[in-house]
């Protein structure tokens, strides 16, 4: 056993410290930037339905930052113990909670405020080793990564608020190179899931081992030109393309296109992005569909969609090495040279737009830019423990949810890693996904 010299162990925590105190900050800022954008009659507004008013998003992340961190770990007095029950997201559904006795924008932003400067100090004085809820930072990993959802939340609900145009950012690159067809991988086993990454929340562990049949995947998501194939075919009026349940749906919902996407008098596509109408970009992946639609313009083209375990062992099995990877490109974090992530784009990046972020096989953009959907539901991996609480995974495990994989051009990379699994009803869509196709191989190609 070797024993670290006390010095060295002084600045491998004050490391971690820095790292979490600017992870936090990086949170805040972005939270700041999606509600200071809109006046306090827009933040109080329902946008949509489906959405909380961004005011609830706001005081919500700092009640449960005050919640964990401040009351928790830092066993400090509560600040507004009286709004616990306000902003409890099991309590109240996303469509009630206007008629709520909310804090209103100025209160909201006080109260983040407050709760924020009593974390630093819970933070400066955490020795973050010891307790499992804070050895390595996992409590302030846990609620900077709930932040970060949020503020994905909020971002989508800006996608769908009326209006002028609030937001704004760079355009996405261009491709840099050509990626076309399908990757096979070969039949074995690899290990699915961490056991050794102090931020993986609890439905990402334990590792453990999966013997996964020989595929083939896509190398690309599924674009934009593609799925206008599949528009222009019929694909939303052929019963025999849709499940029961899927066709059912499109037909109460009235689908008939990608959310967002309009036709004009002169059968030219657009799709309004952050309240700005675009020409559609053939080489983009096509975003905001929901399972179903991906199920049906799967039976299209003759495929399916991949297996979760398919999925990861696509994005992080070396088949050379025998290694599981984080991620596709490697162990190091996410950069702007491997994927689109963050929100440094507002929109999807077209397809061969990373070459350095693909996959040992050749896969490419697993990462970012689109939320996957699998054909998987949402379950426990073996010898799953609910950790720190119930209600953030295994309350849902069983419901009527199919998993989704990769990241999104709204998520933040402390949220999005190669185990990482986000999970959402089939009718979905004003999330930010899209798909990739897999396929079975036949006996003389496995």
């Known amino acids: ?103 209103d924008p100025r209160q909201a932003r006080g109260y983040a405020g407050t709760v924020r400067d009593k974390v630093w100090d819970v933070l400066e004085r955490s020795p973050l080793r010891g307790d499992e809820l804070v050895t390595g930072g996992f409590a302030f990993g846990m609620i900077a990564q709930h932040e970060q959802q949020h503020d994905e939340t909020m971002l ?21 190179t050509a990626v076309r067809g399908e990757v096979v991988i070969p039949a074995g086993e690899f290990v699915m899931g961490t056991s050794t990454d102090p931020w993986a929340l609890d439905n990402e562990r334990p590792a453990h081992p999966v013997d996964v049949a020989a595929f083939a995947i896509d190398a690309a998501p599924v674009s934009n030109a593609q799925y206008l194939a599949f528009v222009e075919d019929s694909g939303y009026d052929r019963r025999e393309l849709w499940s029961a349940r899927g066709w059912s749906h499109r037909r109460e919902a009235g689908l008939t296109a990608p959310q967002f996407w309009e036709r004009d008098s002169d059968g030219q596509w657009w799709r309004r992005v952050f309240g700005v109408r675009r020409p559609l970009r053939p080489q983009q992946p096509v975003v905001h569909v929901c399972w179903f639609e991906a199920e049906a313009y799967a039976n ?39 994927a689109n992530l963050g929100q440094r784009h507002l929109e999807p990046a077209e397809i061969g737009a990373y070459p350095a972020g693909a996959s040992p096989a050749g896969v490419h953009q697993l990462m970012g830019d689109i939320w996957e959907w699998t054909s998987s539901e949402f379950h426990p991996y073996p010898g799953f423990r609910a950790f720190p609480y119930r209600e953030y995974s295994e309350v849902f495990f069983g419901g009527d949810y199919r998993v989704l994989r990769g990241g999104s051009f709204g998520t933040d990379p402390v949220a999005c890693r190669g185990t990482f699994r986000n999970w959402d009803h089939p009718i979905r869509r004003q999330i930010f996904s899209g798909f990739r196709l897999a396929r079975t191989l036949g006996p003389e190609e496995a």
Request: aromatic share 6%.
């Open 300 to 338: 299209w083209a003759g495929k399916r969609l991949p297996t979760e375990a398919e999925w990861e062992k696509a994005a992080r099995f070396d088949p050379t090495t025998g290694r599981t990877r984080a991620y596709p490109w490697g162990d190091t974090e996410p950069g702007p040279g491997t």
């Open 1 to 103: 056993m070797t024993i670290a010299h006390p010095n060295a162990d002084r600045t491998e925590t004050e490391r971690l410290r820095d790292t979490i105190a600017a992870t936090l900050t990086r949170a805040r800022q972005r939270t700041l930037a999606l509600t200071d954008c809109v006046d306090e009659a827009e933040l109080a507004a329902q946008h949509s339905p489906l959405m909380s008013p961004l005011v609830w998003d706001l005081a919500h992340i700092g009640n449960q930052e005050e919640l964990w961190l401040v009351r928790d770990v830092g066993g400090r007095e509560a600040v507004r113990a009286d709004i616990d029950e306000l902003y409890d997201a099991f309590r109240h559904a996303r469509s009630d909670r206007p008629g709520l006795p909310l804090l």
């Open 156 to 176: 989508a609900t800006h996608q769908l608020r009326a209006g002028a145009p609030v937001l704004s950012a760079p355009a996405p690159p261009a491709a840099a």
